[in-house]
């Protein structure tokens, strides 16, 4: 069962535009989301996160929005640019008290931004 | 070097053969996670250590996946017996963070092909 989702496997955007990326948790043990961007052949980058207690952060061109009622969070670009082309990750953790937990991921969104 | 960094960025092995995949995490990180990303999935959690304390091996698929860190820094993923079902990409990321998982700084990753 997974306990992170990101139902839209791709998204295609023109450039100057906003990317809407969304993803939903059922864990309602979670308190912690990041997102991770990937290009192929590398390796997962960290984007931006946000805490449970906050409803937005932003980053620059980047803001994830978490609400928490409906167990749901967005990332934000804008405006999306030819190298935002990539996979991005959702990521969720919980705290155990003492025990660290780990990172569980959905199974990302490709994002195709056209210039 | 500044990154976490993993050997070999590929494997090909024939069923049956042991492997083992390296990782050398960012200097001065105590955690470090072991992640399989399958074809089209998600990274999905193996293993986690912090220093040389394996304190979560919950998401090692069999018992024919083994995991060390001996000293603390350089961790090995030894997996015996390959399958074909073990063909993934094997992501290791390691992170400042003590008790509770942050930000996680990933390696790019070794591909592994089982024949």
């Known amino acids: 069962d997974q306990q992170v989702k990101q139902n839209s496997p791709s998204l295609s955007v023109q450039e100057g535009r906003i990317s809407i990326l969304n993803c939903d948790y059922t864990?309602?043990?979670?308190?912690?989301f990041l997102w991770y961007k990937k290009y192929p052949a590398e390796g997962p980058t960290f984007l931006i996160s946000?805490?449970?207690?906050?409803d937005k952060n932003e980053d620059g061109r980047f803001t994830v929005f978490l609400n928490k009622s409906a167990k749901h969070l967005s990332l934000h670009i804008v405006p999306s640019q030819p190298g935002d082309s990539a996979v991005y990750f959702c990521?969720?953790?919980?705290?155990?008290?003492?025990?660290?937990?780990?990172?569980?991921f959905g199974k990302g969104t490709k994002l195709s931004v056209k210039p | 070097g500044a990154g976490v960094s993993q050997s070999p960025r590929y494997k090909v092995a024939k069923r049956g053969q042991d492997v083992a995949l390296r990782c050398d995490p960012i200097s001065g990180h105590v955690s470090l996670f072991w992640y399989q990303q399958a074809l089209g999935q998600g990274p999905e959690f193996l293993t986690y250590?912090?220093?040389?304390?394996?304190?979560?091996k919950s998401g090692l698929p069999s018992d024919r996946f083994f995991a060390e860190r001996p000293e603390g820094s350089v961790s090995t993923l030894k997996i015996q017996r390959t399958q074909q079902e073990d063909s993934a990409v094997y992501l290791c990321?390691?992170?400042?963070?003590?008790?509770?998982?942050?930000?996680?700084?990933f390696g790019e990753g070794s591909r592994l092909t089982v024949l």
């Open positions: 990321a390691s992170s400042l963070e003590y008790f509770r998982v942050g930000e996680l700084f």
């Open positions: 990521a969720a953790s919980a705290y155990y008290g003492g025990s660290q937990g780990n990172l569980i």
């Open positions: 250590f912090q220093n040389e304390a394996q304190l979560d």
């Open positions: 946000i805490s449970s207690i906050k």
């Open positions: 864990n309602s043990m979670f308190d912690y």
